[in-house]
Nanobody
Framework: EVQLQASGGGLVQAGGSLRLSCAAS????????IGWFRQAPGKEREGVSC????????YYAGSVKGRFTISSDNAKNTVYLQMNSLKPEDTAVYYC????????????????????WGQGTQVTVSS
């Protein structure tokens, strides 16, 4: 059974930090790109970051570049999203998703057409 378990969300003040984790199982982790998406109330789901399994290339949305860092621990089949300098507009449910990777061009993309999705974790940033 494919599972993507997102965790690490919570309530934090503006300027604070959180680290999200996405634990994967049920598929060959090394063959997949992992992306983070978020969805705020009344808004569409948007891509935040992605890491490719090919060479570890990372991608960030402009709104989080320089504040968020995505990383992968292949031994643990887990991807992390370190979020620093959080802002109230970062408040959303954060989801991780897996997409079969491609070579040489990474499959990472910003539209939500990924193969597998996790259940989401709430991040709330207070002002």
């Amino acid at each position: 059974e494919v599972q993507l378990q997102a965790s690490g969300g919570g309530l934090v003040q503006a300027g604070g930090s959180l680290r999200l984790s996405c634990a994967a199982s049920g598929f060959t982790f090394d063959d997949y790109a992992i992306g983070w998406f978020r969805q705020a109330p009344g808004k569409e789901r948007e891509g935040v970051s992605c890491i490719s399994s090919n060479d570890g290339s990372t991608y960030y949305a402009g709104s989080v570049k320089g504040r968020f860092t995505i990383s992968s621990d292949n031994a643990k089949n887990t991807v992390y999203l370190q979020m620093n300098s959080l802002k109230p507009e970062d408040t959303a449910v954060y989801y991780c998703a897996a997409l079969f990777d491609t070579y040489p061009e990474a499959a990472c993309r910003w539209d939500p057409s990924y193969d597998y999705w996790g259940q989401g974790t709430q991040v709330t940033v207070s002002s």
